[in-house]
């Protein structure tokens, strides 16, 4: 039997359109321009002086409207018979015939929305009075909300008075159209038992990946709702230039549209940075029911969350599409109906995020990307999203198999300064406290260095609150204080001392924790079984005072209290991010003074942090051991390790130091953007001793030298940046134009853009970047990027001085009329689908093109 419920979906825009508008008088010339609202009765066409056809009519129109949706389900899959079909006709055209009898105004019923708009229709018709058992008062409701929704749009586009009254509404309702046309394309003809699994399945998803774990948030962690807990995170899009060369990545596409552009994509991000809730929340948003949000690409989808630390275990092959559920423990797996995941991805309808590839061993990354190769192969057309640490596997590892690679990028000071405010408004925090730590951010280097990411700041937020306002200052102090808020603060401010159970105290938790730290890192693993964890806990026991504790009591006492290990599934352990492995790893190895063993695996990339952390471990003659020994590797990744962990030790001598500078030279000025960006990252402002000034470098140089000052992002990278702002190379001009949204704003628009040619592209977000550009004078070429209203453009961009406007966000319902307020503009670029009334609107003179990529640095190149 055909799922009921989807069969009002499933009529084209193209058939209910034309069927709607019968249902009211044609207007003459100039309709669209009226300026007040009008009651819908006075619109339609079956009633009053202006009748154009009879109730019979209307008759006809439902009836038509309940035949193409039973065509829709296909011979043999009608869920009702010829009888229950007609009842259905004679309830809907009773129901549609309120059109005429109903006091609402059009503005009005636009405000409403389809639901409570059919609500309003459908009162005193109830579909029991005409005989509809459950089947067909579900068809019946499923196309009176189809109809509704058509009716409402076609009100929009009507009048523009609504349009201006309900903007928030008449964008939704858009895209609510269009989401309909694309569910229709993307849902196949299920049976109701493949239906009905996968509303349970979504329930699930949203259930399980609908909280994001905040820390700090009530003196330890705390589930947040993913709704209001979600901060749009950004991805850099690598472009390559003419000659072949990796150009700059700074031009960005928010990081949860990164598959509508692309079916495959490899996504790289540091620790902390956001993948996982990237995942958690495309996967909650294609299994909701929900298709207003714009994102069509998601809609009708089915997700399938895979960690790649879950479904890669010892012994065991990577599962088959039939086994996806059953690999990560999903509760519902064994309800699927038989060859069900087959289905949704022949049907191309499935989403799959697979999360961590950095998290399993070198050794199985080979097996890994085989895996996904043949998957993608056998099931084409799918989504597919696969993260990673940036160093985990080599550049390109799976361009062959189609997929285009992009990286999250840190914070920027707005995400940063809204990831702050929320976290205070969820801790309930007077917002005071959150603005003196937004202050002490911005004005202290090592603390904006280290708020690049939710995992840091939130901890960030966390000590500040909890130190009333003193902050570390350096990495490893911040993991120490967080430790100690989580260990020992969290028992005590909760009162949970009196529950019963072994009591640990502070050392007794780090040095057991430690042990299962190093054990995973030494065994290239991101999580254990429990046994393997009870039995490092019990070979610890002997030297701890814990009066006979069993290690199965110990260890519940660390799962339970410490709010770092959890059990993500049956008899599995690990740590609750990847974040505190390495530091308690990096602690232990350095008590155990395993220097060589750490530098050793230099060239592995999930040791990196850990021979960081470890280099803040140590001891002044510890640390230059391992200085020199990663400087004498001779390689580019030791050269940049060592680099990275001058800023880690505590006291380097002056010999070592010169000899790790000398190294790092060797990388200076940087040979592409990718190096730049490593170079950066690793170096922090000590490179920008080294760079060479804007009157010793060729165009091409100049352009990584900015780059690498712009990955640095300081206040003496700013500094630096003014020596180049003069530079005549056109690269180097157009990143410094798209980098001033990694520094304070004004600062930067007035020390930079200031002396820049106003033709290079500048990246507007927000009515406040408008005008900081405003107070400059104005700018020639604006790339508006995410929603914006018309009147905020043509108030705050200077008209004189505008020539180029690329737009890359949801189009207005005002159209383009509006650019005839810009008497110099020489071409528009709008990032959407062509409309064919655009070109009429446009003024005379003016090009307009529809680019089928986001935005790069210059979206006219």
């Known amino acids: 039997m055909v799922d009921v419920t989807a069969l009002g979906a499933r009529v084209a825009s193209s058939a209910v359109a034309p069927l709607v508008r019968r249902l009211f008088v044609r207007d003459g010339p100039g309709a ?60 809907l055209a009773r129901t549609l015939a309120r059109l005429g009898e109903i006091t609402v105004e059009d503005y009005e019923a636009v405000g409403l929305g389809p639901e409570r708009f059919a609500r309003e229709l459908s009162a005193g018709v109830p579909p029991a009075s005409y005989g509809l058992g459950e089947a067909g008062t579900l068809l019946y409701e499923r196309l009176l909300h189809t109809a509704s929704l058509h009716i409402l749009n076609f009100l929009t586009q009507r009048s523009t008075y609504v349009a201006r009254q309900q903007t928030v509404q008449t964008r939704q309702l858009a895209r609510l159209v269009q989401a309909v046309d694309v569910l229709l394309e993307r849902l196949p003809s299920r049976s ?47 472009q390559t230039a003419g000659d072949g060369r990796r150009d700059t990545e700074y031009p960005v596409v928010a990081a949860e549209q990164v598959l509508a552009g692309h079916d495959q994509v490899f996504l790289r991000g540091v620790a902390g940075s956001g993948k996982t809730t990237l995942v958690q929340w495309l996967a909650v948003t294609a299994a909701s029911r929900v298709y207003d949000h ?24 990577l599962p088959f599409p039939g086994d996806f559920l059953r690999a990560v423990g999903c509760p519902v797996a064994g309800e699927q109906p038989p060859g069900w995941v087959e289905r949704v991805l022949r049907a191309r309808r499935g989403v799959l995020l697979v999360d961590g590839v950095d998290e399993i061993a070198a050794d199985r990354r080979t097996a890994a990307r085989h895996w996904l190769r043949e998957l993608v192969r056998a099931f084409p057309g799918n989504l597919w999203l696969v993260t990673s640490r940036p160093s985990a596997v080599p550049e390109d590892w799976l361009a062959a198999e189609g997929f285009s690679e992009l990286a999250l990028a840190p914070m920027g000071r707005d995400g940063v300064a809204t990831f702050v405010r929320r976290w205070h408004r969820a801790a309930e925090v007077a917002a005071s406290v959150g603005e003196s730590l937004l202050a002490s951010v911005r004005s202290a280097s090592e603390l904006s260095g280290l708020a690049t990411n939710p995992l840091m700041c939130g901890m960030l937020c966390a000590l500040h609150r909890d130190r009333r306002g003193f902050l570390p200052q350096d990495r490893r102090s911040l993991y120490e204080a967080a430790l100690t808020m989580l260990l020992e603060r969290r028992d005590r401010e909760r009162e949970l001392r009196g529950l019963g159970g072994v009591r640990l105290a502070y050392a007794t938790q780090v040095q057991l924790l430690q042990r299962l730290a190093w054990w995973l890192i030494r065994n290239s693993r991101a999580e254990m079984d429990r046994d393997e964890a009870l039995g490092i806990v019990g070979r610890a026991l002997p030297a701890l005072n814990l009066d006979g504790a069993g290690d199965e ?84 990744r030791g050269t940049l390790l060592a680099a990275a962990g001058l800023r880690y030790a505590a006291e380097v001598a002056p010999e070592v130091r010169g000899r790790v500078e000398e190294g790092l030279a060797t990388h200076v000025p940087p040979t592409g953007f990718d190096e730049a960006r490593e ?34 992002g300081s206040e003496a990278a700013l500094q630096f940046l003014t020596t180049y702002r003069d530079h005549p190379g056109k690269d180097a001009q157009t990143i410094l134009a798209a ?6 704003r004004d600062r930067y628009a007035h020390e930079i853009l200031a002396h820049l040619p106003r033709q290079r592209p500048v990246h507007v977000y927000t009515t406040d970047d ?29 008209p004189e001085r505008l020539t180029l406007l690329s737009l890359d966000a949801p189009h207005p319902v005002e159209g383009l009329n509006w650019l005839s307020a810009f008497p110099r503009l ?6 959407t689908e062509p409309d064919e009334t655009w070109a009429r609107q446009v003024p005379a003179g003016v090009r307009l093109q529809y680019p089928t990529h986001s935005p790069s640095l210059d979206p006219w190149e």
């Open 826 to 831: 020489e071409g528009v670029s709008v990032f």
């Open 739 to 744: 980098a001033w949204r990694h520094f304070d």
């Open 32 to 91: 669209g321009l009226v300026d007040r609202p009008v009651r819908i009765s006075a619109l339609v066409s079956f009633r009053g002086e202006r009748r154009s056809v009879t109730p019979e009519d209307v008759d006809k129109v439902a009836g038509e409207l309940v035949r193409r949706a039973l065509t829709a389900a296909g011979p043999g899959e009608r869920p009702v018979d010829a009888a229950e079909a007609t009842a259905v006709k004679d309830a």
């Open 294 to 317: 714009g994102l069509t690409h998601l809609i009708g989808r089915v997700p399938f969350v895979l960690p790649m630390r879950r479904i890669v275990r010892p012994g065991t092959e």
């Open 679 to 712: 170079v950066a990252q690793a170096a922090g402002d000590l490179v920008l001793t080294l760079l060479p000034g804007p009157e010793e470098v060729s165009h091409a140089v100049g352009a990584t030298v900015v780059s690498t000052a712009v990955e640095v």
């Open 553 to 636: 009591d110990v260890y519940r006492a660390l799962l339970l209290r410490s709010g770092l290990l959890r059990e993500p599934a049956e008899g599995r352990v690990d740590f609750l991010h990847r974040t505190f492995q390495d530091y308690l790893g990096a602690r232990l190895a350095v008590q155990e003074m395993d220097f060589d063993l750490l530098v050793n695996h230099a060239g592995t990339d999930q040791w990196e942090d850990v021979i960081l952390l470890a280099l803040a471990h140590a001891r002044p003659k510890e640390a230059e051991h391992m200085l020199r020994r990663l400087t004498d590797l001779g390689t580019p």
């Open 192 to 238: 109701a038992e493949d239906a009905g699994f996968e509303e349970r399945y979504a329930d699930h998803v949203a259930a399980r990946y609908g909280t994001l774990t905040i820390y700090g948030l009530d003196a330890g962690t705390r589930e947040w709702p993913l709704d209001t807990a979600y901060l749009s995170l950004e991805a850099t899009r690598p």
């Open 770 to 798: 408008l005008r900081t550009l405003r107070t400059l004078g104005g700018w020639g070429h604006i790339v508006v990027r995410g929603a914006y209203r018309v009147a905020d453009l043509t108030e705050l961009i200077v």
